[in-house]
Protein backbone atom coordinates (compact mmCIF):
# COMPACT_ATOMS: atom_id res chain seq x y z
CA UNK A 1 0.00 0.00 0.00
CA UNK A 2 2.69 2.69 0.70
CA UNK A 3 4.11 1.87 -2.47
CA UNK A 4 1.12 2.38 -4.11
CA UNK A 5 0.75 5.54 -2.69
CA UNK A 6 4.53 6.69 -3.60
CA UNK A 7 3.93 5.77 -7.17
CA UNK A 8 0.61 8.17 -7.01
CA UNK A 9 3.05 11.09 -5.97
CA UNK A 10 5.21 10.59 -8.27
CA UNK A 11 2.85 10.98 -11.12
CA UNK A 12 1.25 13.59 -9.88
CA UNK A 13 4.00 15.87 -8.72
CA UNK A 14 2.98 19.42 -6.90
CA UNK A 15 1.83 22.09 -9.57
CA UNK A 16 4.94 24.11 -10.42
CA UNK A 17 4.55 27.88 -9.10
CA UNK A 18 3.74 30.44 -11.72
CA UNK A 19 6.72 32.23 -13.01
CA UNK A 20 7.71 35.33 -11.65
CA UNK A 21 7.50 38.25 -14.65
CA UNK A 22 8.80 41.80 -14.90
CA UNK A 23 5.98 44.07 -14.56
CA UNK A 24 7.34 46.15 -17.86
CA UNK A 25 8.21 43.50 -20.23
CA UNK A 26 6.56 40.58 -19.05
CA UNK A 27 9.59 38.37 -19.30
CA UNK A 28 10.21 35.20 -16.66
CA UNK A 29 12.67 36.97 -13.89
CA UNK A 30 12.75 34.24 -11.66
CA UNK A 31 17.14 33.57 -11.87
CA UNK A 32 17.19 37.31 -11.66
CA UNK A 33 15.26 37.29 -8.35
CA UNK A 34 16.62 33.65 -6.69
CA UNK A 35 14.53 31.06 -5.71
CA UNK A 36 11.54 31.43 -3.97
CA UNK A 37 11.51 35.33 -4.07
CA UNK A 38 7.61 36.42 -4.98
CA UNK A 39 6.16 39.86 -5.57
CA UNK A 40 6.17 42.70 -8.06
CA UNK A 41 9.54 43.28 -9.97
CA UNK A 42 11.10 45.66 -12.84
CA UNK A 43 13.83 43.63 -14.52
CA UNK A 44 17.10 45.26 -14.51
CA UNK A 45 17.37 45.43 -18.16
CA UNK A 46 14.14 47.53 -17.96
CA UNK A 47 14.94 49.96 -15.19
CA UNK A 48 18.70 50.43 -16.98
CA UNK A 49 16.44 51.21 -19.99
CA UNK A 50 14.89 53.51 -17.66
CA UNK A 51 17.69 55.43 -16.22
CA UNK A 52 17.43 58.51 -18.54
CA UNK A 53 13.31 59.36 -17.03
CA UNK A 54 12.18 56.84 -14.40
CA UNK A 55 8.98 58.84 -14.17
CA UNK A 56 7.98 57.58 -17.78
CA UNK A 57 8.41 53.75 -16.29
CA UNK A 58 6.66 54.84 -12.83
CA UNK A 59 3.58 56.09 -15.58
CA UNK A 60 4.18 53.17 -17.54
CA UNK A 61 3.62 50.80 -14.36
CA UNK A 62 0.92 52.87 -13.02
CA UNK A 63 -0.77 52.99 -16.28
CA UNK A 64 -0.67 48.51 -16.05
CA UNK A 65 -2.55 49.13 -12.83
CA UNK A 66 -2.23 47.03 -9.64
CA UNK A 67 -3.74 46.89 -6.30
CA UNK A 68 -2.46 50.59 -5.10
CA UNK A 69 -2.34 52.01 -8.18
CA UNK A 70 -5.69 52.88 -9.60
CA UNK A 71 -6.16 54.79 -6.46
CA UNK A 72 -2.75 56.44 -6.97
CA UNK A 73 -3.30 57.61 -10.70
CA UNK A 74 -5.38 60.61 -10.38
CA UNK A 75 -2.77 61.99 -7.46
CA UNK A 76 0.52 61.32 -10.01
CA UNK A 77 -2.08 62.43 -13.17
CA UNK A 78 -2.62 65.80 -11.39
CA UNK A 79 0.97 67.17 -11.59
CA UNK A 80 2.88 68.09 -14.77
CA UNK A 81 6.36 66.95 -14.69
CA UNK A 82 8.61 69.63 -15.94
CA UNK A 83 12.18 68.53 -15.97
CA UNK A 84 14.81 66.26 -13.83
CA UNK A 85 16.79 67.67 -10.78
CA UNK A 86 19.12 65.33 -10.07
CA UNK A 87 19.53 61.26 -10.01
CA UNK A 88 20.55 58.46 -7.79
CA UNK A 89 21.17 54.74 -7.33
CA UNK A 90 17.55 54.30 -7.04
CA UNK A 91 15.64 56.82 -9.21
CA UNK A 92 15.46 60.51 -9.46
CA UNK A 93 14.05 63.53 -8.63
CA UNK A 94 12.04 65.77 -10.77
CA UNK A 95 10.34 69.84 -10.70
CA UNK A 96 6.67 69.33 -11.29
CA UNK A 97 3.36 71.73 -11.29
CA UNK A 98 -0.08 70.73 -9.54
CA UNK A 99 -2.32 71.17 -12.26
CA UNK A 100 -4.99 72.30 -10.25
CA UNK A 101 -3.46 74.92 -8.36
CA UNK A 102 -0.09 75.17 -10.12
CA UNK A 103 2.06 74.86 -6.99
CA UNK A 104 5.49 73.32 -7.75
CA UNK A 105 6.57 70.16 -6.36
CA UNK A 106 9.57 67.84 -6.30
CA UNK A 107 8.76 64.21 -7.41
CA UNK A 108 11.27 61.82 -5.80
CA UNK A 109 10.87 58.33 -7.99
CA UNK A 110 12.92 55.40 -6.12
CA UNK A 111 13.06 51.48 -7.93
CA UNK A 112 13.26 48.80 -5.54
CA UNK A 113 15.64 46.26 -6.62
CA UNK A 114 13.98 43.07 -5.43
CA UNK A 115 10.69 41.74 -6.09
CA UNK A 116 8.37 43.56 -3.33
CA UNK A 117 5.78 41.86 -2.02
CA UNK A 118 2.58 43.25 -0.38
CA UNK A 119 3.94 42.43 3.02
CA UNK A 120 7.57 44.20 2.79
CA UNK A 121 5.43 47.68 0.46
CA UNK A 122 2.73 47.99 3.28
CA UNK A 123 5.73 48.23 6.17
CA UNK A 124 7.45 50.32 4.08
CA UNK A 125 4.69 52.73 3.46
CA UNK A 126 3.08 52.55 7.08
CA UNK A 127 6.73 53.77 7.82
CA UNK A 128 6.50 56.14 5.44
CA UNK A 129 3.03 57.72 6.77
CA UNK A 130 4.86 57.95 9.88
CA UNK A 131 7.48 60.73 8.34
CA UNK A 132 4.70 62.61 6.76
CA UNK A 133 3.35 63.67 10.01
CA UNK A 134 6.72 64.91 10.58
CA UNK A 135 5.62 68.81 10.17
CA UNK A 136 8.38 71.33 11.32
CA UNK A 137 9.50 75.10 9.51
CA UNK A 138 12.80 73.78 8.86
CA UNK A 139 12.04 69.96 7.46
CA UNK A 140 11.12 69.19 4.00
CA UNK A 141 6.98 67.83 3.85
CA UNK A 142 6.30 64.93 2.54
CA UNK A 143 2.53 66.23 0.79
CA UNK A 144 1.70 62.87 -0.70
CA UNK A 145 3.58 59.37 -1.69
CA UNK A 146 2.10 56.10 -3.98
CA UNK A 147 3.53 52.69 -5.39
CA UNK A 148 3.05 50.33 -8.50
CA UNK A 149 4.54 47.40 -9.21
CA UNK A 150 8.34 47.50 -7.66
CA UNK A 151 8.05 51.43 -8.19
CA UNK A 152 7.62 54.19 -5.83
CA UNK A 153 6.94 58.44 -5.56
CA UNK A 154 6.96 60.82 -2.73
CA UNK A 155 5.12 64.32 -3.57
CA UNK A 156 7.64 66.67 -1.66
CA UNK A 157 7.83 70.65 -0.59
CA UNK A 158 9.95 72.02 -3.41
CA UNK A 159 12.99 74.05 -1.99
CA UNK A 160 14.17 76.45 -4.73
CA UNK A 161 17.22 76.96 -3.80
CA UNK A 162 18.53 73.21 -4.06
CA UNK A 163 20.57 71.81 -1.36
CA UNK A 164 23.49 73.63 1.03
CA UNK A 165 25.83 71.19 -1.01
CA UNK A 166 24.83 73.25 -4.35
CA UNK A 167 25.17 76.02 -2.39
CA UNK A 168 28.95 75.04 -1.49
CA UNK A 169 29.70 74.45 -5.23
CA UNK A 170 28.34 78.06 -6.27
CA UNK A 171 30.63 79.43 -3.70
CA UNK A 172 34.25 77.91 -4.27
CA UNK A 173 33.31 74.71 -2.68
CA UNK A 174 32.66 75.69 0.80
CA UNK A 175 30.93 78.70 2.63
CA UNK A 176 32.29 81.59 5.20
CA UNK A 177 31.18 81.11 8.98
CA UNK A 178 29.01 84.04 8.41
CA UNK A 179 26.82 81.73 5.82
CA UNK A 180 27.32 78.45 7.12
CA UNK A 181 26.17 79.49 10.32
CA UNK A 182 21.78 80.51 10.06
CA UNK A 183 21.72 77.73 7.51
CA UNK A 184 23.31 75.27 10.50
CA UNK A 185 20.65 76.92 13.57
CA UNK A 186 17.66 76.37 11.29
CA UNK A 187 18.79 72.77 10.16
CA UNK A 188 19.35 72.00 14.12
CA UNK A 189 16.33 73.14 14.87
CA UNK A 190 14.17 70.95 12.40
CA UNK A 191 16.45 68.09 13.93
CA UNK A 192 15.69 69.08 17.18
CA UNK A 193 12.10 68.97 16.31
CA UNK A 194 12.56 65.11 15.29
CA UNK A 195 14.62 64.05 17.65
CA UNK A 196 11.84 65.49 20.58
CA UNK A 197 9.57 63.48 18.49
CA UNK A 198 11.52 59.85 18.69
CA UNK A 199 13.14 60.26 14.99
CA UNK A 200 16.28 59.87 13.49
CA UNK A 201 17.85 61.02 10.04
CA UNK A 202 20.68 58.95 9.59
CA UNK A 203 21.85 60.30 6.44
CA UNK A 204 22.70 63.88 7.45
CA UNK A 205 25.03 65.74 5.04
CA UNK A 206 25.11 69.45 3.05
CA UNK A 207 23.13 67.38 -0.10
CA UNK A 208 20.07 66.75 2.60
CA UNK A 209 20.33 70.38 4.01
CA UNK A 210 17.70 71.90 1.19
CA UNK A 211 17.47 75.90 0.68
CA UNK A 212 14.43 77.39 0.22
CA UNK A 213 14.33 81.60 -0.39
CA UNK A 214 12.57 84.04 2.54
CA UNK A 215 12.58 87.94 2.70
CA UNK A 216 15.63 87.09 5.35
CA UNK A 217 17.67 85.03 3.05
CA UNK A 218 17.89 81.62 3.24
CA UNK A 219 15.76 78.94 4.96
CA UNK A 220 17.30 75.68 5.42
CA UNK A 221 15.22 72.17 5.29
CA UNK A 222 16.35 68.90 6.31
CA UNK A 223 15.06 66.35 3.71
CA UNK A 224 15.17 62.30 3.09
CA UNK A 225 13.70 62.50 6.64
CA UNK A 226 14.17 58.47 7.25
CA UNK A 227 13.41 57.71 3.52
CA UNK A 228 16.83 56.26 3.09
CA UNK A 229 16.64 53.67 6.46
CA UNK A 230 13.20 52.93 5.56
CA UNK A 231 14.36 51.83 1.91
CA UNK A 232 17.38 49.98 3.02
CA UNK A 233 15.69 48.09 6.10
CA UNK A 234 12.65 47.24 3.70
CA UNK A 235 15.07 45.17 1.47
CA UNK A 236 14.58 47.54 -1.54
CA UNK A 237 18.06 48.49 -2.12
CA UNK A 238 18.92 45.08 -3.20
CA UNK A 239 21.86 45.25 -0.24
CA UNK A 240 21.42 42.46 2.80
CA UNK A 241 21.76 44.49 6.27
CA UNK A 242 24.87 42.10 7.07
CA UNK A 243 28.44 44.22 5.60
CA UNK A 244 26.25 47.45 4.77
CA UNK A 245 25.49 50.05 6.45
CA UNK A 246 22.99 53.05 5.95
CA UNK A 247 24.14 56.79 4.97
CA UNK A 248 26.85 58.12 3.52
CA UNK A 249 30.45 56.90 4.48
CA UNK A 250 32.14 60.79 4.55
CA UNK A 251 29.50 61.72 6.99
CA UNK A 252 29.04 58.67 9.34
CA UNK A 253 29.96 58.29 12.72
CA UNK A 254 31.58 54.58 13.78
CA UNK A 255 28.66 53.18 15.62
CA UNK A 256 26.31 53.96 12.52
CA UNK A 257 28.44 51.22 10.64
CA UNK A 258 28.58 48.64 13.71
CA UNK A 259 24.56 48.97 14.56
CA UNK A 260 23.06 51.27 12.22
CA UNK A 261 19.69 49.94 12.78
CA UNK A 262 19.86 50.97 16.58
CA UNK A 263 21.34 54.26 16.36
CA UNK A 264 20.28 57.27 18.62
CA UNK A 265 20.33 60.93 18.05
CA UNK A 266 23.96 61.35 18.85
CA UNK A 267 24.76 59.92 15.48
CA UNK A 268 23.11 62.39 13.81
CA UNK A 269 24.95 64.94 15.98
CA UNK A 270 28.11 63.56 14.65
CA UNK A 271 26.88 64.11 10.97
CA UNK A 272 25.62 67.37 11.93
CA UNK A 273 29.00 68.35 13.18
CA UNK A 274 30.75 67.02 10.26
CA UNK A 275 28.09 68.89 7.53
CA UNK A 276 29.46 72.07 9.50
CA UNK A 277 32.85 71.14 9.07
CA UNK A 278 32.78 70.34 5.63
CA UNK A 279 30.97 73.56 5.46
CA UNK A 280 33.27 75.56 6.61
CA UNK A 281 36.65 73.49 5.17
CA UNK A 282 35.10 71.84 2.03
CA UNK A 283 36.87 69.05 3.73
CA UNK A 284 35.64 65.72 6.38
CA UNK A 285 36.67 64.69 9.26
CA UNK A 286 38.67 61.86 8.45
CA UNK A 287 41.53 61.85 5.65
CA UNK A 288 39.93 59.49 3.17
CA UNK A 289 42.99 58.21 0.68
CA UNK A 290 42.10 57.22 -2.82
CA UNK A 291 42.12 53.21 -3.12
CA UNK A 292 41.53 52.52 0.89
CA UNK A 293 37.69 51.00 1.88
CA UNK A 294 36.14 54.17 3.84
CA UNK A 295 34.50 51.96 6.03
CA UNK A 296 37.79 51.03 7.08
CA UNK A 297 38.60 54.25 7.95
CA UNK A 298 35.64 55.26 9.69
CA UNK A 299 36.01 51.86 11.96
CA UNK A 300 39.98 52.65 12.61
CA UNK A 301 41.11 56.43 11.14
CA UNK A 302 41.41 59.40 14.12
CA UNK A 303 39.78 62.62 13.55
CA UNK A 304 41.62 65.77 12.41
CA UNK A 305 40.49 68.46 14.66
CA UNK A 306 38.81 71.04 12.28
CA UNK A 307 41.55 74.10 13.10
CA UNK A 308 44.24 71.61 11.78
CA UNK A 309 42.23 72.30 8.29
CA UNK A 310 41.49 76.40 9.13
CA UNK A 311 43.26 78.16 11.98
CA UNK A 312 40.91 81.13 10.78
CA UNK A 313 38.16 79.02 12.23
CA UNK A 314 36.96 80.94 15.80
CA UNK A 315 38.40 79.12 18.66
CA UNK A 316 34.92 78.56 20.37
CA UNK A 317 33.01 77.34 17.07
CA UNK A 318 35.89 74.90 16.24
CA UNK A 319 35.15 73.47 20.33
CA UNK A 320 31.19 73.32 19.44
CA UNK A 321 32.33 71.27 16.15
CA UNK A 322 34.96 68.92 17.71
CA UNK A 323 32.40 67.91 20.58
CA UNK A 324 29.92 66.92 18.27
CA UNK A 325 32.67 64.41 16.51
CA UNK A 326 33.86 62.79 19.43
CA UNK A 327 34.30 58.82 19.02
CA UNK A 328 32.23 58.03 21.83
CA UNK A 329 28.35 59.02 21.28
CA UNK A 330 27.99 59.48 25.35
CA UNK A 331 30.45 62.56 24.99
CA UNK A 332 28.79 64.14 22.20
CA UNK A 333 26.06 66.41 22.71
CA UNK A 334 22.99 63.96 23.63
CA UNK A 335 20.86 65.64 21.01
CA UNK A 336 20.30 68.27 18.00
CA UNK A 337 18.67 71.09 21.31
CA UNK A 338 21.54 70.76 23.04
CA UNK A 339 23.82 70.91 20.29
CA UNK A 340 22.21 74.52 18.75
CA UNK A 341 22.13 75.74 22.27
CA UNK A 342 25.77 75.62 22.37
CA UNK A 343 26.28 76.76 18.73
CA UNK A 344 24.35 79.66 19.28
CA UNK A 345 26.54 80.59 22.65
CA UNK A 346 29.90 81.11 20.52
CA UNK A 347 28.79 82.54 17.50
Known amino acids: MPCKEKLIASANPPPRPEPVRCRKCGKDVAAEI ?14 K ?6 AALLHDLLQKGGKQAAAQV ?15 GFGAVYLARHKGNGARVAIKVLFSKVAVSEDAREKFLREINLMKELRHHHIVALLDHGSAASAFYFVME ?17 LTLSQASPIMMQALDGLAHAHRNGFVHRDLKPQNILLDRSAEGWTAKIADFGLA ?34 VKPTSDIWSMGATLYNM ?14 PIEIIL ?35 DAAEMREALAKVL
Not at 49 to 54: H, I, R, S, T, W
Not at 158 to 174: W, Y
Not at 301 to 313: K, L, Q, V
Open 34 to 47: GNGRRGDYVCEACR
Open 49 to 54: KAEADP
Open 74 to 88: PKVAGYEIEKRLGAG
Open 158 to 174: LCEGGSVGDLMARNGGK
Open 229 to 262: KSFQQAGFSGMTMTGHYCGTPYFMPREQVIHFKH
Open 280 to 293: LTSQTPHDFPRGRD
Open 300 to 334: RGGIIPIRRRDRGIPKKVAEVIDRALLNSPSDRYQ
